[in-house]
């Protein structure tokens, strides 16, 4: 049986073809149904997708992605897949379960994903069956690249950084306070634009200053969305994102000081992926 599975953002999709043992990755542009229609969707996938398959008879596809927590986008999307693979089973789905399967396969666990947002759930082995509201970025994201790159911004525009870290700060981004705040107040995908500053945190590890952003932040994370699951004193936590595998080391030592199980830490939810779709 050939698979085909799809992690999507909305800048970025990877493709990966199973064919037994054979894997066989493609990098797309992201799709996101917010921001493109069926016929959109199908004409990039035609150009971008199919002729790297190369006329290969898929038997089922597996989409995650975002925007698909919207029933609307869901039936849209597998619509467009439909056309696309005729004569497939089509699952689309959003990417809080492709975390879910990905960090737990067929077991019970919370799986949380931070990356330039977060969120979290407890799984139960097949659905989802607990996820603490996602407030956004503006309103939540606790934990997410976008929270911690606020942080960053945050301690620059307080100047509240050292003259050492300051002097780091100018000389990474070369931006000024009133570039910033157009940034994030008038120009879209305002998200993205915080979370690009988390790379600071990770570039500037060891300084007491950055060490309390990335602790706070993720502390922050732990008390507002895994202490409502009761599951999390009883289950191990897992983790898929940039901003999770990057600190990695502190979110062990927190969950540990709070006496929670750490449990797998994934870049990008793909590996996980296949090996669910492989043994499923």
């Known amino acids: ?3 085909l599975i799809a ?3 909305a800048t970025k999709c990877e493709w990966c073809l199973l064919d037994g043992k054979k894997k066989k990755k493609i990098i797309t542009q992201g799709i996101s149904p917010y921001f ?13 997708l199919l002729p790297k398959l190369k006329d290969v008879q898929v038997d089922a596809v597996y989409y995650y992605g975002t925007g698909l927590s919207n029933p609307n986008n869901v039936k849209m999307l597998r619509g467009a897949l439909k056309k696309l693979f005729p004569g497939a089973a089509i699952e689309a789905t959003h990417d809080l379960m492709a975390a879910a399967r990905a960090l737990c396969g067929n077991n019970k666990g919370i799986a949380c994903i931070l ?10 082995g097949k659905k989802i069956v607990k996820n603490s509201p996602g407030l956004g970025y503006v309103l939540g994201d606790e934990g997410s690249g976008a929270y911690l790159g606020k942080k960053v911004i945050q301690y620059y525009l307080y100047n509240t950084y050292d003259e050492d870290l300051r002097a780091r700060f100018d000389a990474r981004f070369v931006t000024t306070p009133m570039e910033i705040l157009e940034n994030v107040y008038k120009k879209p995908l305002a998200n993205r634009y915080l979370a690009s500053f988390a790379i600071f945190l ?3 590890r060891g300084h007491y200053m950055i060490e309390n952003i990335i602790e706070d932040g993720l502390n922050d994370f732990i008390i507002n969305h895994l202490y409502k699951y009761r599951e999390s004193w009883t289950l191990p936590i897992s983790f898929a994102g940039s901003i999770a595998f990057g600190f990695r080391d502190v979110l062990k ?10 449990g797998t830490v994934l870049k990008n939810p793909m ?5 669910y ?3 499923e």
Not at 115 to 124: P, Q
Not at 253 to 262: A, D, H, K, V
Not at 271 to 275: D, P
């Open 202 to 204: 990770a570039e500037n």
């Open 1 to 3: 049986m050939v698979k």
């Open 36 to 48: 493109l229609d069926a016929e959109q969707i199908i004409t990039l996938l035609r150009k971008e």
């Open 253 to 262: 030592e927190l969950l540990g000081s709070y006496e929670l199980e750490m």
């Open 115 to 124: 990356g330039t947002g977060s969120n979290s759930c407890y799984f139960d």
């Open 277 to 279: 779709h492989q043994h």
């Open 7 to 9: 992690d999507s953002g």
């Open 271 to 275: 590996e996980g992926l296949i090996t």
